[in-house]
């Protein structure tokens, strides 16, 4: 009997009982630490699984969009991080300065650019509640200013009008097996530079805001206020094969069927629409099968995924079902319209990702 008969393939699972572990150990963490969780809710888009973090002590979620932002905050959310430099325009800024009603909104800025842009387009009663973040680059090199910037950029945001709120940074080196610890040191080095940066310029940061799943436990809770994880809420083959986690704690599989063994290959119907395309240059292949830890998918194509079996093990058969593990479980739920949440063998709930498409 193939598992899980009743549902088509490929699909995302989600396994509660291990969702909500990763939700509590990541909260106690948090606690441990004495800083506060805004788990970062690209992730998982879904509103049932914020409100499971928020209900385990969560302070707020972080988002990527105006549009993610809008959906939680709908939800019921009251307390919103864009943790992102956005660029507004005229109808941005009335998107924001509408959510700035419904919501305590910060934002991120990393140009005086950005800063004006928002100042220009936010309506005034927004301009004085949007809290802004100042991003600083602690390693990754993506977005962020120097540490040592962060203080006449601040200056800047509030000569145009804004509230500065602090700084944050995304430690985003951390996914590299040999940098994980390391960029923990890095993020709080940079945070601490900004936050005296800040304060010669004349501006006492509220909030040091870090954080990314793999550097989470190495975090320096006497510098950090705040920490954003977000993957850490199911696990995928990246933080497995980086050692973060371990497949007995992934909470995210899609399950998906053996459709061919033509040429001797082992092919599944979970190709890149259902997993994503990433794959990390330190990865072993285009995702992990929970329960065969020795397999390795080799090739992937829109519809198929190629797996290589270990040559000790049983093939499965053609029509036989596998869970596999994205590489990128941020990504994979991306591309889905629900996910699938199971306990003990049984499906419980269909989720919507409430925010599917909320990308801008
Ligand atoms: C700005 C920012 N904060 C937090 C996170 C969450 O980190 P992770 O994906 O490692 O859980 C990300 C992830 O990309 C991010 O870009």
Known sequence: MPLLPELATPCLLVDVDRLDANIATMAELARRLGVALRPHAKTHKSVEIARRQLAAGAHGLTVATVSEAEIFAAAGCDDLFIAYPLYATAALGERLSRLATRSRLAVGVDSAEGARALATHLAPAARSVVRLLVEVDSGQHRTGVLPEEAGPLADQVMHCGLQVAGAFTFPGHSY????????????????????????????????????????????????????????????????????????????????????????????????????????????????????????????????????????????????????????????????????TAHQAGRIRERWPVSARGANT
């Open 176 to 339: 590299s097996p040999d940098v994980r610890g390391g960029a923990a040191v890095d993020e709080a080095a940079a945070l601490e530079r900004a936050a005296a940066s800040m304060r010669e310029c004349g501006t006492t940061p509220e909030v040091l805001s870090g954080g990314s799943t793999p550097s989470a436990a190495d975090s320096r809770g006497e510098v950090l206020d705040e920490l954003r994880p977000g993957v850490y809420v199911f696990g995928d083959a990246q933080q497995w094969e980086l050692g973060v986690t371990g497949p007995e704690d992934i909470a995210l599989s899609c399950l998906a069927t053996v459709v061919s063994h033509a040429g001797g290959r082992l092919v599944l119907d979970s190709g890149s629409k259902a997993l994503g395309a990433d794959r990390a240059p330190w990865a072993s292949g285009y995702g992990r099968l929970l329960d065969h830890p020795g397999a390795r998918i080799v090739a992937i194509s829109e519809h198929h995924a190629v797996v290589e079996w270990p040559a000790h093990e049983p093939h499965p058969e053609i029509g036989d079902r596998v869970r596999v593990v994205p590489n990128h479980a941020c990504n994979a739920v991306n591309l889905a319209d629900s996910l």
